[in-house]
């Protein structure tokens, strides 16, 4: 026994604070995740969309970009029509193509993207600097996705929150903004839970498994330990003032709090593990080439190859002028679903959409689905107009593409949420992309070994998967860390009160062995000395 509680104690005085850092940073990402550029802010200044120029077609935009697409985005810069290419499987990296000329854009000097933001943000004409030029991350620019854009140009605003724009060299636009809450909350938050400002480091995987593993050890032994050492009747101390725990002082508090919050450690602790794919039974697999094909889009940024012939640039404009009728648009995007092509576009938020515009990851600027007025138009066959879904009788088809060799179990419509698709709180998801959860949507369930469930939606012909071994890691990392089961995350501020009281309890815990460790340290010093 002694021996145990020794290794508890070390391990508690490794990582007490650590675990204290863990609860307030989980409290701030309940309301903030990192920074960023969020879609609505993007969409309202691009330029209004004049395609009556473009003379170049998807597919011959994507050889000049040199390689097969997997994103097309079709918008402007400036006056001229331009195609934005993603040839890189996953997150890949985006090459501008005028759509008018056929040319490569050049990329940005510091001095023209300068220019060019004072025109994407004309309010602060005259008080925009370059603050520097990043080839590598600062604090705020470490996710994968934001990677891709770099070098970038990081140009101070000089207003009174300090905001700050990220303008990518080589894809022309802006990526990411910032002002001075943001950064701050975004480090306290995410940064400090994740210790993701060290993200491109080969040994951050490692390190965040070191302290994931050390830290479910040490609770699970502290719960053993606190059940062990708690007697049912007082008999220790002297009388009157027997006690049931042996301990005096601050470790009675922490003896006590394990009691209550000890188990809540262990669940922090397990799906914090969980959430790094390394738990036996609970890592998340790819989605097939056949779901891929059929229209799956991953929260890697996994997505289809589109499929570009039989596209021409004279459909590309009957296209927008299509998007163009049925409300303002400023940007067509290219999605494949069951391997037929698709422009979805979305109507320019107003300026009261864009201040209550809710963002579901930091990658909200280049996700191809958002929960925003929308319209699909056919790429082949623009002539039948703007729809305001896919056609719903198709969706199963789509399904039976993405799982061939496997029957169909069980068909259903769903106009609720289940429990496993549903709107995540997406704070404690800002570094990965999200997509939107539209109702109403077909859930299809298969007989194959993995026991695949596929959600489809005919709003943004999305395709969403879920295996057993899925379902399994929404418990174990987003029921356990986030607690967003439905009988409580439906009904805030009922999940916001128990999450925060929660957090608090398990931060006594972890904090009060903050002193006595300090002061065990302090002796230990002294007798090496």
């Not at 200044?45 to 994507?62: G, H, K, N, Q």
């Amino acid at each position: 026994m002694a021996w145990l509680i020794l290794t508890h104690r070390w391990m508690g005085i490794v990582l007490c604070l650590m675990m204290v850092v863990w609860c307030i940073s989980g409290a701030v990402m309940m309301y903030a995740g990192l920074p960023h550029l969020n879609a609505g802010e993007r969409l309202s200044r691009l330029p209004a969309l004049d395609a009556s120029t473009v003379r170049v077609s998807p597919a011959e935009a994507a050889a000049t970009a040199g390689g097969n697409a997997f994103r097309i985005r079709l918008s402007m810069m400036g006056s001229r029509p331009v195609y934005r290419v993603n040839t890189g499987f996953v997150f890949g990296r985006w090459t501008l193509v005028y759509a008018d000329t056929g040319e490569k854009f050049a990329g940005f000097s510091s001095d023209e993207a300068i220019r060019w933001l004072e025109g994407y943000v004309p309010e602060a004409r005259g008080r925009l600097t370059l603050d520097t030029t990043l080839h590598g991350p600062d604090l705020y620019t470490h996710n994968p996705g934001i990677q891709t854009h770099m070098p970038m140009y990081r140009i101070a605003v000089r207003d009174a929150v300090g905001s700050e724009y990220y303008v990518s060299q080589h894809s022309g636009e802006a990526v990411m903004k910032t002002d001075r809450l943001g950064r701050f909350l975004g480090f306290v938050g995410y940064d400090l839970h994740t210790w993701f400002f060290f993200r491109q480091k080969t040994w951050w995987s490692l390190l965040l498994q070191t302290l994931g593993w050390t830290a479910l050890g040490m609770v699970l032994l502290g719960v053993t330990l606190g059940i062990t050492r708690v007697s049912l009747q007082p008999r220790y101390g002297k009388e009157p003032n027997r006690s049931r725990t042996p301990y005096k002082g601050i470790m009675k508090w922490h003896h006590v709090a394990g009691l209550f919050f000890g188990v809540l450690g262990v669940t922090w602790a397990f799906s914090g593990v969980v959430s790094l794919g390394v738990m036996p039974g609970f890592k998340e697999t790819l989605y097939t080439p056949s779901q891929v094909e059929a229209g799956a889009r991953s929260v890697q940024g996994q997505g289809p190859r589109l499929p570009l012939d039989g596209i021409s640039a004279a459909q590309v404009r009957e296209a927008a002028s299509a998007a163009l009728a049925a409300f303002p648009v400023k940007e067509l995007e290219l999605i494949s679903t069951g391997t037929e092509p698709w422009w979805l576009v979305y109507r320019t938020p107003t300026p009261e959409e864009v201040r209550n515009w809710h963002s579901r990851s930091a990658f909200d600027f280049i996700s191809p689905t958002l929960d925003h007025a929308h319209r699909l138009i056919s790429a082949r066959q623009p002539e039948l107009g703007a729809l305001e879904s896919l056609p719903a009788d198709r969706m199963l088809t789509f399904a039976r593409q993405a799982m061939p060799g496997a029957q169909v179990v069980s068909a259903d419509w769903l106009q609720d949420y289940d429990n496993y698709y549903y709107e995540r709180h997406t704070s404690f998801d800002l570094g990965l992309p999200q997509p939107v959860k539209t109702l109403p949507v077909l859930r299809v369930k298969f007989d194959d070994p993995l026991q695949t469930w596929l959600y489809l939606s005919p709003s943004h012909g999305q395709m969403l998967k879920f295996e057993g071994i899925e379902r399994a890691n929404r418990w174990g990392y987003y029921g356990l860390h986030s607690f967003d089961f439905g009988f409580l995350f439906r009904h805030r501020p009922v999940w916001d009160i128990v999450v925060l009281i929660l957090l608090g309890g398990v931060a006594v815990l972890a904090g009060s062995s903050l002193l006595p460790a300090w002061r065990r340290l302090r002796r230990v010093a002294r007798r090496s000395v």
